[in-house]
């Protein structure tokens, strides 16, 4: 039942936008609004079903750690 709200709103919300985005001509925003509205509606849904979506942040703490590592033995 989740899924199907979250499909609704995402097509009320591009009901609302995309008309107006292609009337101006903006194409670029509109394969960006797209696709940020497929990813968000993607991760809502999966998040509905209980599926394990991985937090960001722990890949940008993996990058920098080995960073962070050499800067806190530097100043040790």
């Known amino acids: 039942m989740a899924v199907i709200g979250i499909l609704a709103i995402a097509g009320i919300i591009a009901m609302a936008e995309v008309p107006r985005l292609r009337r101006k001509g903006h194409k670029k925003e ?9 990813l ?20 940008i703490a993996y990058l ?5 590592d050499f800067i806190q033995g530097i100043l040790k």
């Open 30 to 38: 509109l394969w960006v609004f797209m696709l940020l509205l497929l």
């Open 40 to 59: 968000g509606t993607g991760i809502s849904i999966a998040e509905s079903l209980s599926v394990k979506v991985p937090n960001p942040i722990d890949g």
């Open 64 to 68: 920098y750690k080995p960073i962070n």
